[in-house]
């Protein structure tokens, strides 16, 4: 089995910064890629950022510019760096490992971007 355990949320105001952390331990095969996701309320959740193991990256349109994706491959961990955070980005902030097929998901961590 392989765990992710996500952490960094908070709350921040408009215009701060986060940085989620999200460790993967575990039996890990392969890694394919590893990617964050997030989900407001009463919404579907959606992609907002994937690192490839080759370190290709590709972000969502609206987050382009304000959040970075790395890696650390010796410690299986993928980080997301959030930079002028708005109140849209509110949000459950979800990691994913993909090893082929097969996805891991983490628990989840809570970003609040309020005044």
């Known amino acids: 089995q392989v765990q992710l355990v996500e952490s960094g949320g908070g709350l921040v105001q408009p215009g701060g910064s986060l940085r989620l952390s999200c460790a993967a331990s575990?039996?890990?095969?392969?890694?394919?890629?590893m990617g964050w996701y997030r989900q407001a309320p009463g919404k579907q959740r959606e992609w907002v950022a994937t690192?490839?193991?080759?370190?290709?990256?590709n972000y969502l349109d609206s987050v382009k510019g304000r959040f970075t994706i790395s890696r650390d491959n010796a410690k299986n961990t993928v980080y997301l760096q959030m930079n002028s955070l708005k109140p849209e980005d509110t949000a459950v902030y979800y990691c994913?490992?993909?090893?082929?097929?097969?996805?891991?998901w983490g628990q989840g961590t809570q970003v609040t971007v309020s005044s």
């Open positions: 690192i490839t193991s080759s370190g290709n990256t």
């Open positions: 575990g039996s890990i095969v392969a890694i394919t890629s």
């Open positions: 994913k490992l993909s090893s082929g097929v097969v996805g891991y």
